[in-house]
C-alpha cells in the first residue's frame, strides 16, 4: 500500500494529510467515521501483521493502554487490521513534541521541573497497573498548546523495535540514546527503565545534550552499559547548581536497585537540587504547534539499525554509577565481568559500525560531527552512467528542481496552463505523484526543501518575486508574495520572506504565517538558509530572533556604544549564532543562552548573499590570516586553517565541509579570471582550494568536494590540491540540481 492521500478512507477513517512516515509505519489526520473528531491514526509498517506473535502482543498491550485513562498520558482509542496493515488511533494533540525544545538547548527550570513531573505522575500509576513504557523520549513527550506534557506511543513504539530486531532491522539511534543498560542487555525491564529513560530527557533538557551521545546506537549503547555518568554541571556550567549531579548519579545508576524508588521521588529531588538556583532563561516555554508533516502524534522512528542487544555477563552485576557519600564496590570478579561484557559490546559495535556505512540516503550525523547536507556517494570518480532516468513525463522535457532524500521534484516549462510538477522516488525514479501548479507561463525555480517533512517553498516568478509552498506528499500549494527585490530563505520548517522594505514573515509548511516583523532596509540581506536565528534592527536597536518562534533571544540598543546595525559583528550557524562584543566574541546557542566566550582578535566571518548557514561558529584572525571553527559549548577551536589571507566570505557548506572566497576574490573579478576559493573541514581542519568564475560548492562524500564551474562542467577536487580530481561537462550547469546527497541533471540522477 502506497502512502494515502488526502480524501482517501482507511479502516473507515478519512484521510486529512500525512503527519509523518518512518521505519514504524505512517501516520495521519484522520476523520472518524461516526464522531464529529480528528484522530491521529497510525498505521504500523507492512510485514508486522504477517507475525501472529508481534500481532498478539500489539493487540494485548494497544488494549491495556486502552483501557487505562491518565491525563498526562495521550490516550488510546481503537485499533485494527485492514488492507494487511495493522493500525490504531490515538488522541490528536495540538502542539509539538519535546526534540523542537531540546534542539534549542537547555530548557528554564520551571518548565523542566514540570514537565517532568507530569510525566512522572504518568509512568508511576501506569507501573502501578503493570504497564512499562519502555520507549521515554522527548520525542514521545508532548507538548499541547496549554502547556501540559503528554506521553505518547505507550506500550507501541518498543513493540515495533523488538520487531525490526528480530527481523534483522534493530533499533533506532534515537531509541538507544534515552535505553537503560538493563534494556541494551536484554534484561528483564520494569518502570526503574523508564525512570533512567526520564533522567536522559532531563539531562538533555537542562544541558542541551543527551548523557550518552555518539555517531552511532553502537557507540551510544557502550557508554550506557559501561561508562561513567557524566557531570551536568560540566555540560551546562553556570548555571546548574551542584546537588543536581548527585541526583542524576542516582537515577542513571547502572544498576536498577540503586535508583530512586520512583519516577517521582527523581523528579522531586532533581527540583529540590535546582531549588533557588536563577536559571538564565526564566519564561516558560510552550512549543508552538507544529507545521503540517510533522505533528506531535507523528514521533516516528526514522532510521534502525542492525540488533544491538547485548547479552548480560553470567551471575556477573554492572557496577552502579557512584552516589555521593557511598563508596563505590570494586571486587575482580566485578571487574572482570565488565571487561567481558565489553568484549561482546565492542565486537557488536564493530559489526555495527561496519553495517551503519555511508548508505544511498547519506544522513544528518557523522563520527558525531552535524552534518549541513547529508553525504553523497564517493566522488574518487566521475559518474558514469546514470543510476536512472525519469521516464514517467513521456517526450516532455523535465528538470530536476528541488526535493530532499526521499523525492525529488521535476518540472516542466510552463505554458499557458501552468507548470506540470512531478514527484520522483529519489531511489528508483520512479513517479509518485503529479500535478500542474496553475499560471500562465509559471516556471519553477530556487527551490528549497522544508525540514523534518516532504514540503519545498520554490519561486514561481523570481522577478515579482512569487513563491509558492509545496506539499510533495500530498500536492498541496500555498502561495506566497514577497514582491520586486525580496528574498526567501528557509530554516528547518519554517519559511522566511523578507521584502525589500524590511517586512519579514515566517510562514510554517501549511501556509499559516507564524510571526511578523519590520526591520531596516538594511538589515534585510541579513538572513542566512537553515540559520536558526534572525537579526532585525530599526536603526536604533538591533534584535535576534528565533526563526521558528518569532522570540527576540538577544537585544541591544545603540546606547551600548555599538552600531545596531551589526551587518559585520555577528553571526549565525546552524545550532547559535555570534556576537562580535570588541576584544571578544560572544557565542550564543539558539534559545539565546550565552555558551561560550572566544577571546582575542578573532571576528565572525561573514556569508554571501546565498550561502548556507555552517554546523559550527566560524571566526578569523586578521592578524595571524588564520580562519578556525570553535567549539560552541566551550569556545575552544576545533580547526584552524592558514591561508595567505583571511577568510573573506563564506560562499557555501556542505557536510562537514565550510567554503569560503578571498578578499583577492574582487580582483580576480575585475581581471576576468576566476575567483579564488578556499575549503576547508570545520572538524579536521583538512583544507583545499579551486578557482572558479561561478563556483557553487554541491556536495561531499566526507572526503572530496565537488563543485560546480565556470558554465558548463562540474568537478571533485582532494585536500591539498587544487587541481581537480575529474571534470565532466554539460550541455548547460544550470541543470545541475544537488539535494539530500544527491546530484541530478535534468531528468537524470546521476549520483
Known amino acids: 500500500m502506497s502512502t494515502l492521500q488526502s480524501g482517501e478512507v482507511f479502516a473507515g477513517y478519512t484521510i486529512e494529510r500525512l503527519l509523518g512516515a518512518g521505519g514504524m509505519g505512517e501516520v495521519y489526520v484522520a476523520r472518524h467515521p461516526r464522531l464529529p473528531r480528528r484522530d491521529a491514526l497510525k498505521i504500523l509498517a507492512p510485514g508486522l501483521a504477517a507475525d501472529d506473535q508481534f500481532r498478539r502482543r500489539f493487540e ?13 498520558i495521550v490516550k488510546v482509542y481503537d485499533r485494527g487490521e485492514a488492507e494487511g496493515r495493522l493500525w490504531i488511533t490515538l488522541e490528536l494533540i495540538d502542539g509539538a513534541d519535546l526534540t523542537a525544545v531540546t534542539a534549542r538547548g537547555p530548557v528554564p527550570f520551571a518548565d523542566t521541573v514540570r514537565w517532568l513531573g507530569e510525566i512522572a505522575s504518568a509512568l508511576d500509576e501506569a507501573a502501578e497497573h503493570g504497564l512499562v513504557h519502555r520507549d521515554v523520549k522527548p520525542a514521545n513527550i508532548l507538548v499541547d498548546r496549554r502547556g501540559r506534557a503528554l506521553l505518547t506511543d505507550f506500550g507501541i513504539a518498543h513493540l515495533v523495535s523488538e520487531a525490526a530486531e528480530l527481523t534483522g532491522t534493530g533499533m533506532t539511534v534515537g531509541t538507544v540514546t534515552y535505553a537503560s543498560p538493563e534494556q541494551l542487555q536484554g534484561m528483564a525491564v520494569d518502570a526503574r527503565a523508564d525512570q533512567y529513560a526520564l533522567a536522559c530527557t532531563a539531562f538533555v533538557l537542562l544541558t542541551g545534550s543527551a548523557p550518552c551521545g555518539g555517531a552511532n546506537a553502537g557507540a551510544i549503547l557502550v557508554q550506557h552499559v559501561t561508562s561513567p555518568i557524566p557531570s551536568a554541571v560540566q555540560r551546562n556550567p553556570g548555571s546548574l547548581p551542584p546537588a543536581v549531579d548527585a541526583v542524576f548519579f ?9 535508583r530512586f524508588p520512583t519516577s517521582a521521588a527523581f523528579v522531586d529531588a532533581l527540583a529540590r537540587a535546582l531549588g533557588g538556583a536563577v536559571h538564565p532563561a526564566s519564561s516558560p516555554t510552550v512549543p508552538s504547534a507544529p507545521a503540517a508533516g510533522h505533528s506531535a502524534n507523528a514521533a516516528v522512528p526514522t532510521a534502525v539499525v542492525p540488533p544491538v542487544v547485548v547479552p548480560p555477563a553470567p551471575a556477573v552485576p554492572v557496577p552502579s554509577a557512584p552516589v555521593p557519600g557511598r563508596r563505590p564496590r570494586r571486587s575482580g570478579r566485578v571487574i572482570a565481568g565488565v571487561a567481558a561484557a565489553v568484549v561482546v559490546v565492542i565486537a557488536l559495535v564493530v559489526a555495527l559500525v561496519v553495517t551503519l556505512g555511508r548508505g544511498d540516503d547519506g544522513g544528518s550525523a557523522r563520527n558525531g560531527r552535524l552534518l549541513v547536507t547529508p553525504d553523497m556517494a564517493s566522488l574518487k570518480s566521475a559518474p558514469t552512467d546514470p543510476k536512472w532516468v525519469f521516464t514517467g513525463a513521456g517526450s516532455r522535457s523535465v528538470q530536476a528542481v528541488g526535493g530532499n532524500e526521499r523525492y525529488v521534484m521535476m518540472t516542466s516549462d510552463g505554458g499557458s496552463g501552468g507548470a506540470t510538477v512531478y514527484v520522483v522516488d529519489a ?12 499560471g500562465s507561463g509559471v516556471v519553477l525555480s530556487s527551490c528549497h526543501g522544508l525540514e523534518p517533512g516532504d514540503a519545498v517553498v520554490c519561486a514561481t516568478d523570481v522577478v515579482e518575486g512569487a513563491y509558492v509552498i509545496i506539499d510533495l506528499a500530498t500536492g498541496k500549494l500555498h502561495p506566497l508574495s514577497v514582491g520586486r527585490g525580496g528574498r526567501v530563505i528557509v530554516s528547518g520548517d519554517t519559511v522566511v520572506t523578507i521584502a ?11 501556509g499559516a504565517a507564524k510571526w511578523s516583523a519590520q526591520s531596516s532596509a538594511s538589515a534585510w540581506r541579513l538572513p542566512v538558509e537553515g540559520s536558526p536565528v534572525i537579526a532585525l534592527s530599526d536603526g536604533r536597536t538591533f534584535t535576534v530572533r528565533e526563526i ?15 552600531d545596531p546595525e551589526r551587518e559585520s559583528s555577528w553571526g549565525a550557524f546552524r545550532t547559535g549564532f555570534v556576537i562580535n562584543a570588541g576584544n571578544r566574541v560572544e557565542l550564543y546557542n539558539a534559545a539565546g543562552t550565552k555558551t561560550a566566550t572566544v577571546e582575542g582578535g578573532w571576528s565572525p566571518v561573514g556569508y554571501d548573499e546565498g550561502a548556507s548557514a555552517t554546523g559550527l561558529p566560524v571566526l578569523t584572525d586578521e592578524a595571524t590570516k588564520q580562519t578556525a571553527t570553535f567549539d560552541p559549548a566551550t569556545g575552544k577551536p576545533v580547526a584552524t586553517v592558514t591561508w595567505p589571507e583571511p577568510a573573506g566570505l563564506i560562499t ?11 578578499p583577492s576574490a574582487g580582483t580576480a573579478a575585475s581581471n576576468g579570471d576566476g575567483y579564488p576559493f578556499g575549503w576547508f573541514d570545520a572538524y579536521d581542519g583538512k583544507t583545499g582550494t579551486f578557482d572558479a568564475q561561478f563556483g557553487t560548492a554541491l556536495g561531499t562524500d566526507g572526503e572530496r568536494l565537488l563543485v560546480s564551474l565556470d558554465s558548463d562542467s562540474f568537478a571533485a577536487f582532494g585536500i591539498d590540491s587544487s587541481t581537480p580530481l575529474w571534470r565532466q561537462t554539460l550541455d548547460d550547469r544550470y541543470t545541475l540540481l544537488a539535494v539530500g546527497g544527491k546530484l541530478y541533471d535534468r531528468n537524470r540522477r546521476l549520483l
Not at 494485548?60 to 498526562?72: T, Y
Not at 521558528?548 to 546606547?559: I, K, L, P, Q, Y
Not at 557555501?652 to 578571498?662: E, H, R, S
Open 500 to 510: 525589500k522594505s524590511g517586512a519579514i514573515t515566517a510562514y510554517g509548511a501549511d
Open 652 to 662: 557555501g557548506a556542505v557536510g562537514t565541509k565550510v567554503v569560503v572566497t578571498f
Open 427 to 438: 531511489r528508483s525514479g520512479k513517479g509518485v505523484h503529479q500535478w500542474t501548479v496553475p
Open 60 to 72: 494485548r498491550e494497544a488494549d491495556a493502554v486502552a483501557g487505562f485513562s491518565h491525563p498526562n
Open 548 to 562: 521558528a518562534t518569532g522570540r527576540t533571544v538577544f537585544s541591544e540598543d545603540a546606547a551600548s556604544g555599538l
Open 250 to 258: 542516582r537515577a542513571l545508576a547502572k544498576n536498577p536497585a540503586d
